[in-house]
């Protein structure tokens, strides 16, 4: 392969819903680039892109695949992204490395969920849009309808820049109202050729291509200016005016495909490498707002957007150069650790084909293999150059499970494998929740999580048992309540003896504390001496008064109290849960000259806090969650029903993009598998994302079964 400079160096992704067509897509663009001489296809599992078993098996994008073409003296670097929302993070990796957004819509199916999942990211990450309606040759295919969609969806965005003669089975041919020409392909090998408009269709032409000048007209001054006085413009003042309302996000121009038949790819190729800037004199930041500028006379550095372990290569590193010129066999460094790492090779990438060469320049996207430490989301540059780009920001978990390894002696393994996979998807999070005593799994959905079971079966050889993570609930009171224990025990020799008496009050931010209560009927006031106060690691707060007067406890043995009640604040006496937002204040008790020790009063505060607690009206919390669902309207019914079912409380509705979007506050405990439910009330077609928002007060109900069942646990036990 040659080699490109940085002006002739162009990055696009392939974006948009599952079966839109992208991979199909790519194969006619590489066929176009010179990449292969024969289009596979998704059925016949024999395309570039789509490389893996899983993939081949599922016959669809799992993973986001690099490759390249060459085309018209320049490198078109394409990476072709999963359709799914479950595997979204290949696409909004591809965003932090690419120029430019080719939105693939499937005309049988108009704009979907996924269409505006994608849009929506490219928006997000300022990376311009090309829209391809694809699949003009199908049975269902319907122009008209989808245009119609796009601007619904979009608004004054969509632009036609082309319109097919014939949809349907026999389509083979589209006018192209930027060059006033009528193309058509006899055959399915691409060849196409250039027509003049047939006098039937010129009027539409017209039409149309008034709308695209006034378009571009709308983005340049001077362009306005001309076509107010001369109602025209030429074909490069309309490119120039379009381009510049592609790159401001105001421009989304209309391009029609039948990328299995290979019928509008070389066109759509022609005017992306047009429309896209190429990386040379782009201005990069670092995460200390340092402007980098992207030309082969900067300083070496790369950004690393994907890692995957491949057969016969190990784990392989693909990233995009940055600034500068890497080389095979340069030495950089980590600027956040320090390490060093050597580029001990180099390659191009199309899929499995890696072809070696000797250098990348600025903006180049290739691979490298058996790097050290580096990973998704970190730089590497020249030594003393200290750069470190923003990290890649992955969209939040929406599916959880607990997973663990049938047989317990392969926990470690497990533990390895988990670690494995999570570093190569940063959109899988695992972690060892202790208070739950579970390993919590996270991904994207339901389909996501699937797939690493699958994995880990085929690749890993190992065996799982995955289902519903245990609630991180909360315990806390509503109430004042008084408690006393005495812990004594004596078996020869020195004994144990400890007495606290303690009361408990729920703390409220910003309330004082107060030193007068009411208990049990009997008015009871105390004497402050010493307050300590604690932000407790999962949330909420401890205060702890000492009260103790006439000496009744040691100042030495607080500390044990305080042990204590800390011990029942970590495992709290309704479920097990963390306890927060209490008062505690220690106002009495008694010790033994001898056999008062700090055990003692640990147990005795201990027992004397749980039941104070019992009696303060405990209440648990739970994690609740800020839920938004974006669905079509012919599903908005069912969806309210399921989450009301849910004990769901909708905050809101509204309209978006052609969609209905409902907002509401779901507790966790509640969300589990939601996203498979919501995949099969909706046909595929609705999608949600979830934040945390709060703990609130469980239902009466609802916390009856808790309390039921832990007691049932610890009977067990």
């Known amino acids: 392969m040659k080699s490109y400079q940085t002006q002739n160096i162009r990055n696009v992704v ?292 994907k890692t995957a372990v491949e057969q016969h290569l190990g784990e392989v590193a693909y990233f995009k150069v940055m600034s500068g010129k890497i080389t095979a066999g340069m030495d950089l460094e980590n600027a956040q650790t320090g390490d060093k790492e050597r580029i001990s090779s180099l390659y191009a990438v199309a899929g499995k084909k890696k072809e070696q060469v000797t250098e990348l320049v600025a903006g180049e996207i290739g691979c490298t293999v058996k790097l050290r430490g580096a990973k998704t989301n970190v730089t590497l540059c020249a030594p003393g150059a200290d750069l470190v780009y923003n990290p890649i920001h992955f969209p939040a978990p929406k599916y959880r499970c607990y997973i663990k390894a049938k047989d317990a002696k392969e926990e470690e393994k497990l533990s390895d494998a988990l670690a494995k996979i999570s570093a190569e998807d940063p959109t899988i999070v695992v972690e060892y929740a202790k208070e739950l005593k579970q390993t919590i799994l996270q991904g994207q959905g339901e389909q996501h999580i699937n797939i690493l079971k699958w994995r880990l079966n085929n690749e890993f050889k190992l065996e799982v048992e995955m289902g519903a993570p245990r609630i991180s609930y909360r315990e806390t009171i509503t109430k004042i309540a008084a408690a006393d224990y005495r812990h004594k025990k004596q078996s020869g020799g020195a004994g144990q003896f400890g007495e606290v008496h303690l009361l408990v009050v729920p703390y409220v931010e910003g309330m004082e504390p107060g030193n007068r209560f009411k208990v049990n009927g009997k008015d009871l006031v105390l004497n402050i001496k010493g307050k300590e106060e604690y932000t407790m690691d999962w949330g909420g707060k401890l205060e702890f008064y000492n009260c103790i007067v006439g000496g009744a406890i040691d100042a030495r043995f607080m500390p044990a109290i305080l042990k204590g009640i800390m011990d029942k604040m970590n495992e709290g006496p309704l479920t097990g849960s963390y306890a927060r937002d209490i008062r505690v204040y220690v106002y009495d008790g008694k010790m033994h000259p001898v056999d008062s020790n700090e055990i003692s009063f640990v147990l005795a505060a201990r027992n004397a806090f749980k039941e104070a607690f019992r009696n303060a009206g405990p209440k648990i919390m739970e994690p609740v969650y800020s839920v938004e669902v974006l669905t079509p309207s012919e599903y908005m019914g069912a969806c309210m029903s399921d989450l009301q079912n849910r004990r769901a409380i909708i905050e809101g509705m509204g309209s978006e993009h052609g969609f209905e979007v409902i907002r509401a506050q779901v507790p966790l405990a509640e969300m589990y598998k939601y996203s498979t439910t919501l995949s099969s009330l909706s046909s595929g077609a609705a999608t949600f994302s979830m934040e945390f928002k709060e703990y609130q007060p469980v239902p009466a109900d609802v916390q009856d079964k808790l309390l039921k069942a832990y007691m049932e646990t610890e009977t067990e036990e």
């Open 14 to 305: 392939l974006i948009g819903s599952t079966k839109s067509g992208k991979t199909t897509l790519a194969e006619a663009m590489l066929y176009e680039g010179k990449v292969i001489d024969r289009r596979g296809s998704v059925e016949a599992k024999n395309t570039v892109s789509d490389n893996s078993e899983i993939e081949q098996m599922n016959q669809r994008s799992i993973y986001a695949t690099p490759l390249y073409a060459e085309f018209m003296d320049t490198k078109y670097n394409i990476i072709d992204a999963p359709g799914a929302d479950d595997f979204i993070g290949g696409a909004v990796a591809a965003f932090k490395v690419c120029d430019m957004g080719v939105l693939v819509i499937n005309a049988a199916q108009g704009v979907e969920v996924g269409t505006e999942i994608h849009e929506r990211f490219a928006r997000a990450y300022k990376c311009p849009v090309i829209l391809g309606v694809n699949q003009l040759d199908s049975d269902k295919a319907n122009w008209d309808n989808t245009v119609e969609q796009l601007k619904e969806a979009f608004g004054s965005k969509p632009i036609i820049v082309q319109y097919p003669v014939n949809v349907g089975p026999s389509f083979d041919g589209f006018v192209d109202v930027l060059t006033m020409k009528y193309y058509r392909f006899p055959g399915d090998d691409g060849k196409r050729e250039d027509l003049e408009i047939p006098a039937d269709q010129m009027e539409t032409a017209q039409e149309l291509r008034q709308e695209l000048i006034e378009k571009a007209a709308e983005n340049d001054d001077t362009l306005m200016e001309k076509f107010f006085e001369t109602g025209e413009l030429t074909e490069d003042e309309i490119r120039k005016g379009l381009n510049y309302g592609i790159q401001l996000g105001e421009v989304y121009p209309i391009f029609c495909l039948s990328a299995k038949k290979d019928i509008g790819v070389k066109r759509i190729m022609e005017f992306t490498m047009r429309a896209t800037p190429s990386p040379e004199g782009k201005t990069l930041f670092t995460t200390e707002h340092k402007p980098v500028i992207c030309s082969v006379d900067g300083p070496a550095s790369l950004f690393i957007y």
